[in-house]
C-alpha cells in the first residue's frame, strides 16, 4: 500500500519539487494552493505517475481546511506525511516594524501559523504512530533582518508551536526545515526589481527534505542542504 501526503502550496516551487520526488517514489499526494488553475496544472502533471487530489483554496481559510481534512478522510487509510509549505510573504517592499499594517501582520498570520497549526489539530486523528509533519521554514525566523519582521516573526511562531508539538507527541516524528534561499516567485517578490538567478533552484532542497521524510532523524530542526545520506539514519536536530 502506497503511503499517503497532504503537501499545502504545491503547484509551484518547493511543494511541487517535493510532489514530484514523492510522485516518482510512489506516494499518494493531496494537494493545495491558492491558484486554481496551477494547481489543477501540477496535479496534471504529478498524476503521470502517483495517484493526486488537488483541493483549491487558501489554507488561512477555515472552509478549505475542513475541506483538506474531508479529502483524507474520504481516502481512509489516514495521513502518513503532513508537510506545511504554503505561506504569505506579506507586503512587498516589506516594511519595517514600526510601520508594518497590523491588518496586513494578521494576514500572514494567518497563513503561515494558525493555518497550519488549525489543519494539523484536524489532521493529528488521522495520523498514527510514526507519521511525519514537516514545517518548512526560514532563517528568517531566528536571524533578524531588516524588513523581515512580519514574516520571520510568523515563521519563528511557526518553528516554536511545531517544536512543542514534538516535545507532546514523541509517537510521531515533527520537524521543522529551513530549504535555505531559493529562486522561487515568493523568493523574487521579497526582492522586487534585483536579479535572484544565482539562488539555487528548490530541486536543490528536496534531497535534504527527503532524509527527513524518509529516514531516521528525531524529531527536530534542519537546515535541508546540510543534511548528508548518513544523516539517513543519525543525526542531530540544529
Known amino acids: 500500500m502506497s503511503k499517503r501526503a497532504l503537501i499545502t502550496g504545491a503547484s509551484r516551487g518547493l511543494g ?8 516518482t517514489d510512489g506516494w499518494e499526494l493531496i494537494i493545495d494552493a491558492r491558484g486554481e488553475r496551477e ?27 475542513l475541506d483538506l481534512a474531508a479529502a483524507v478522510d474520504a481516502l481512509g487509510g489516514g495521513l502518513d506525511l503532513l508537510v506545511h509549505n504554503a505561506s504569505l510573504l506579506g507586503p512587498s517592499p516589506q ?15 494567518a497563513a503561515n501559523v494558525f493555518g497550519p497549526l ?28 531588516e524588513g523581515w519582521g512580519g514574516y520571520g516573526s510568523s515563521k ?7 517544536r512543542v508539538l514534538a516535545a507532546e507527541r514523541p ?17 523574487q517578490d521579497a526582492f522586487p526589481g534585483e536579479d535572484i ?29 546540510t543534511l548528508a545520506p548518513a544523516d ?3 543525526g542531530v536536530a540544529s
Do not use: F, K, N
Not at 98 to 108: D, H, I, K, T
Open 118 to 145: 488549525r489543519l494539523t489539530q484536524l489532521l493529528l486523528p488521522c495520523m498514527g504512530p510514526g507519521a511525519r509533519i514537516v514545517s518548512v521554514t526560514s532563517d528568517a525566523a531566528v536571524e533578524a533582518y
Open 197 to 225: 538567478s544565482d539562488r539555487p533552484l528548490p530541486e536543490a532542497s528536496v534531497p535534504g527534505l527527503l532524509t527527513v521524510i524518509e529516514g531516521d532523524l528525531p524529531s527536530g530542526r534542519y537546515e535541508a542542504r
Open 95 to 109: 516594511p519595517t516594524v514600526s510601520e508594518y499594517p497590523l491588518a496586513e501582520l494578521e494576514r500572514v498570520y
Open 156 to 162: 519563528a511562531a511557526l518553528e516554536q508551536w511545531t
Open 171 to 187: 509517537d510521531l516524528r515533527v520537524y521543522v526545515v529551513d530549504p535555505g534561499d531559493m529562486r522561487t516567485q515568493m523568493h
Open 232 to 234: 539517513l539514519t543519525t
Open 16 to 23: 511541487l519539487a517535493l510532489a514530484r520526488a514523492l510522485a
Open 39 to 65: 494547481l489543477r496544472d501540477a496535479a496534471a502533471d504529478l498524476g503521470r505517475t502517483a495517484a493526486v487530489h488537488a483541493v483549491p483554496g487558501d489554507v488561512a481559510d477555515e472552509a478549505h481546511r
